[in-house]
């Protein structure tokens, strides 16, 4: 019962910034769990961020501790991500999703957008 729509891919260069936004519907969002995952050719989909649904307690993979900030504006029902000092490591397509759990494993969130890339050039 819930619509995820991710934007704000793009390409960049290293050591730039980009802030994704996720917009929600069909579910009461502010009591929801949100989280960040992203996933590269060949590889598994990994955790990147989370936030619980008052927004007052984040979570962070180690890769982007310090330069990536999770937060939403539930009067907007909208989920954001900002990235500083980008990596090319940090290339992959970027999902989110929402829980009614808290977890950093992928197979334990319910819904998920569709996705958005983020490509970060040396």
């Known amino acids: 019962q819930a619509q995820l729509v991710e934007s704000g891919g793009g390409l960049v260069q290293a050591g730039g910034s980009l802030r994704l936004s996720c917009a929600a519907s069909?579910?009461?969002?502010?009591?929801?769990?949100m989280g960040w995952f992203r996933q590269a050719p060949g590889k598994e989909r990994d955790f990147v961020a989370a936030i619980t649904g008052s927004g007052r307690n984040t979570y962070y993979a180690d890769s982007v501790k310090g330069r990536f900030t999770i937060s939403r504006d539930n009067a907007k029902n909208t989920l954001y991500l900002r990235m500083n000092s980008l990596k090319p490591e940090d290339t992959a397509v970027y999902y989110c999703?929402?829980?009614?759990?808290?977890?950093?494993?992928?197979?334990?969130?319910?819904?998920w957008g569709q996705g958005t890339q983020v490509t970060v050039s040396s």
């Open positions: 069909g579910r009461t969002f502010s009591i929801y769990a």
């Open positions: 999703a929402t829980s009614g759990v808290m977890s950093p494993t992928a197979k334990h969130w319910d819904y």
